[in-house]
């Protein structure tokens, strides 16, 4: 089965600061990771993805990550971090149902924290 | 633009009454629908996935069910909640193509009394 680990509950990063989310995750064949936002009591919002191509891929806010095959992992980034950027961060990887349809594994989510 | 619709966004219950939360999805036609669960401000769990009318899939044993009675109505029922069944509750659309990530609601947070 597919998954996805995220070793860090919290990240502390002051503010601008570059900022790195990590992920690892483990997979049969290709992987289709995601990233996603949660500020407190929304949904999660989509980020970013890679599905295949550039190892550097970019998203909304201007957060990127980077796949890394040999390590299996695919970190989020920021050059600059704000203290908007503060929230829930997953990592997720797409699995198959067993009747075929997609869903989505989300890792246990890594709370960052901006500090002016 | 596709937008998703969740309501209502808090509510509370005692144990033992019977549930129904709503979930809309505008501007898609036959989207696959998904309700998960979210325990404590962290992980997701689904719950049940829909591809269509009156397909319901459920991912895990529970005291919840699910239905899908129009193309892009999705709805949570339970007939008696548990204290168990506490949670924020979030409902999601996405395509059949593989390359395309999930769209959330703003969930709805569930307090069981």
């Known amino acids: 089965a597919q998954s996805v680990a995220q070793p860090e509950d919290q990240v502390n990063v002051a503010e601008g600061n570059p900022l790195t989310v990590k992920c690892t995750y483990s997979v049969s064949g290709n992987p289709y990771l995601f990233w996603y936002v949660q500020y407190p009591n929304r949904g999660l919002q989509f980020l970013l993805k890679?599905?295949?191509?550039?190892?550097l891929v970019k998203g909304s806010y201007g957060f990127e990550a980077e796949f890394n095959k040999s390590q299996t992992s695919f970190h989020l980034k920021k050059p600059s971090a704000l203290v908007s950027d503060s929230a829930l961060y997953f990592c997720?990887?797409?699995?198959?149902?067993?009747?075929?349809?997609?869903?989505?594994?989300f890792g246990t989510g890594t709370r960052l924290k901006v500090l002016a | 633009s596709q937008t998703i619709h969740q309501w209502p966004a808090t509510l509370v219950q005692p144990v033992g009454s019977p549930l129904s939360l709503e979930c809309t999805v505008e501007?898609?036609?036959?989207?696959?629908l998904y309700w998960y669960r979210q325990a404590a401000g962290r992980g997701l769990q689904l719950l049940f996935y829909?591809?269509?009318?009156?397909?319901i899939s459920s991912e895990v044993p529970q005291n919840l069910s699910a239905s899908r009675p129009q193309d892009r109505q999705f709805i949570l029922s339970s007939k008696k909640l548990l204290l168990s069944d506490s949670g924020f509750y979030l409902c999601a659309w996405g395509t059949e193509y593989s390359n395309q990530p999930q769209h959330f609601g703003d969930g709805t947070r569930l307090s069981i009394l």
């Open positions: 829909s591809v269509g009318i009156g397909q």
């Open positions: 890679y599905i295949t191509g550039d190892n």
């Open positions: 997720a990887v797409r699995d198959m149902t067993t009747s075929g349809t997609y869903k989505y594994i």
């Open positions: 501007g898609t036609s036959n989207p696959n």
